[in-house]
């Protein structure tokens, strides 16, 4: 599935946080690592009122950028194939570019370099939004290095786009013998045309043989979906779990990660139902955002869905 992981680094330590999980993705897949340091001369040279940028002060952000590499060197030294580049350039379009020439690209969420932000939220939105190739992105404040996922999640609303992170999913899960959960969430509150409309949702206002009218048909295609997916899952050998769940969309997705200890979130970055969009890119964005464990983001390019 992977053979070349691309790790963007500022040295924080978020960003060290997601390199650790790069390097067991990696070793799960016997893939290679490259570590990629980016100096943003353009966000530096606000520092200057001449609005320039020095060569000795440049030539000190590129010793920067390579000790916040050179760390990630030594661990991944050993385990796998490893390799570096320390570049300039804006963070976000650097990265992007250099994903072409890897299969997976493995960031924190919240990195800060001694200048500005080098891999800040913003950053890794844009770079899930345009990455030729899947992304994980890795928030949270633990201090432990990864070691492997016991329990996978894939959310789905049925539609080709979500399934787009079936496969990617079930590797994972695969590489890590793990537990493969999948959720459906139905979005009740879209049902009854209320604003706010995302993945999930139980509204009020929804009760009521009307409402339940319009439920049952929601669930029933919640249990396909889930069902499919289980099945793939289960053909790979794995132990699966199937939850149909009702709320809004990213909260239920936020909750559901807590509660069932899931490490490891695979998803479509687009997806729709038949009454309207679940799995959006703002859903993927508020998961990456809210939870504090990987989120492998899979956009849904090939399945035709809009942007």
Request: charged fraction near 25%.
């Given at each position: ?45 606000g520092a200057f009122d001449a609005g320039g ?228 890119g703002s859903t993927t964005e508020r998961t ?20």
């Amino acid at each position: 599935m992977y053979e070349s992981i691309l790790v963007p680094t500022d040295g924080s330590p978020t960003a060290d946080l997601a390199a650790d999980h790069a390097l067991a993705l990696a070793e799960a897949f016997d893939a290679s690592v490259t570590v990629l340091g980016v100096v943003d001369a353009s966000e530096a040279a606000g520092a200057f009122d001449a609005g320039g940028v020095d060569d000795e002060y440049l030539d000190g952000l590129e010793t920067e950028a390579r000790r916040s590499v050179d760390p990630v060197i030594e661990r991944a030294e050993g385990r796998v194939s490893v390799d570096a580049a320390v570049v300039e350039g804006d963070p976000a379009e650097t990265i992007v570019d250099r994903a072409t020439d890897h299969d997976l690209v493995v960031l924190g969420t919240h990195g800060r370099s001694a200048v500005g932000r080098v891999l800040a939220g913003s950053t890794s939105a844009q770079v899930v939004r345009e990455s030729p190739v899947p992304v994980v992105t890795v928030g949270g404040d633990d201090t432990e290095p990864a070691s492997g996922y016991d329990d996978v999640l894939i959310p789905t609303d049925g539609s080709d786009a979500a399934e787009v992170a079936v496969d990617h999913g079930i590797a994972v899960a695969d590489a890590f013998d793990a537990t493969l959960h999948t959720a459906y969430v139905v979005d009740v509150g879209a049902l009854a045309g209320g604003a706010g409309v995302t993945v999930g949702g139980g509204a009020p206002g929804t009760t009521g043989a009307a409402g339940s009218d319009l439920l049952k048909p929601m669930i029933q295609n919640g249990e396909e979906a889930t069902q499919r997916v289980a099945d793939r899952a289960r053909d790979a050998g794995l132990e699966v779990a199937m939850d149909v769940l009702e709320g809004s969309p990213g909260s239920t997705l936020v909750n559901y990660v807590e509660e069932e200890d899931i490490d490891f979130v695979a998803m479509g970055t687009h997806g729709h139902t038949g009454l309207d969009r679940v799995l959006l890119g703002s859903t993927t964005e508020r998961t990456v955002r809210n939870v504090s464990v990987p989120v492998l983001s899979v956009r849904a390019i090939e399945a035709g869905a809009g942007e």
